[in-house]
């Protein structure tokens, strides 16, 4: 049973989580700016595992755009919430693309649902729609250790912005209400540090966006 962070050289990446039990899934891909370094790490973490999937937890380019690259070289399948058909098309907007300034492809993804469960033997990560960040926004809740994959939803001692397309200030509001019903213990978000008081972090979000519980 592991969650490995898989770093970047490249400033204003992603976080990007390998999570392995029986199997092993990546969570996020970074911009795909630094893909050869991304996949050497992912590689000597797996010492030759499969990977069997990538999660992207919504379809912003700094998230996403290294999915291309990760399905070529270890022929994995790539999931997505609501954001799915968005990855399917490449649309250059949606996806923020002017802000990495590469262009993105269409790219096959399959569409999780809210309340799926991706079963990885030590782990059981449980999909969270939480829009807000993006209409398509999802979490990932591991149910064995109580940690949360929060993408841009939630960071330790802050939450998404929702001024880019399809975000929304009262669907983000709504997504933090629904996680403060979960007990998290680890926070596990898409930018910046991990946090080993995820319920905390839930808290200070609302009272950040001044919603009352």
């Known amino acids: ?12 990446e992603s976080n990007l989580f390998l999570v392995c039990g029986k199997s092993c899934v990546l969570i996020d891909t970074g911009s795909g700016e630094d ?6 790490e992912i590689g000597r973490v797996l010492d030759g595992r499969p990977l069997d999937a990538v999660i992207l937890t919504h379809c912003h380019a700094d998230h996403a755009g290294g999915l291309e690259d990760i399905v070529a070289e270890f022929s994995c399948r790539a999931y997505a ?10 649309d250059a907007v949606m996806l923020g693309e002017e ?6 492809p269409p790219m096959e993804v399959d569409e999780l649902r ?6 990885l033997g030590e782990h059981r990560l449980r999909v969270i729609d939480t829009p807000g960040h993006t209409s398509g926004s999802i979490s990932l809740y591991d149910e064995v250790t ?3 994959f929060s993408g841009d939803t939630l960071f330790q001692m802050g939450v998404g912005r929702t001024d880019f397309p399809t975000g929304s ?14 007990e998290i213990k680890s926070l596990y978000p898409g930018h910046g540090n991990i946090s080993e008081h995820g ?3 839930v808290r200070y979000g609302l009272d950040m966006m001044g919603v009352r519980r």
């Open 169 to 182: 200030y009262e669907e983000l509001a709504g997504s933090l209400i629904k996680l403060s019903n979960i």
């Open 146 to 148: 109580k940690s949360l």
């Open 114 to 119: 809210d309340g799926e469960i991706i079963d």
């Open 35 to 40: 893909s050869a370094g991304v996949i050497r």
């Open 1 to 12: 049973m592991a969650i490995t962070r898989i770093v970047s050289v490249r400033p204003f």
């Open 199 to 201: 319920d905390r972090m």
């Open 99 to 104: 802000v990495i300034g590469r262009r993105l």
């Open 81 to 90: 919430g609501g954001d799915a058909d968005l990855i399917r098309r490449g």
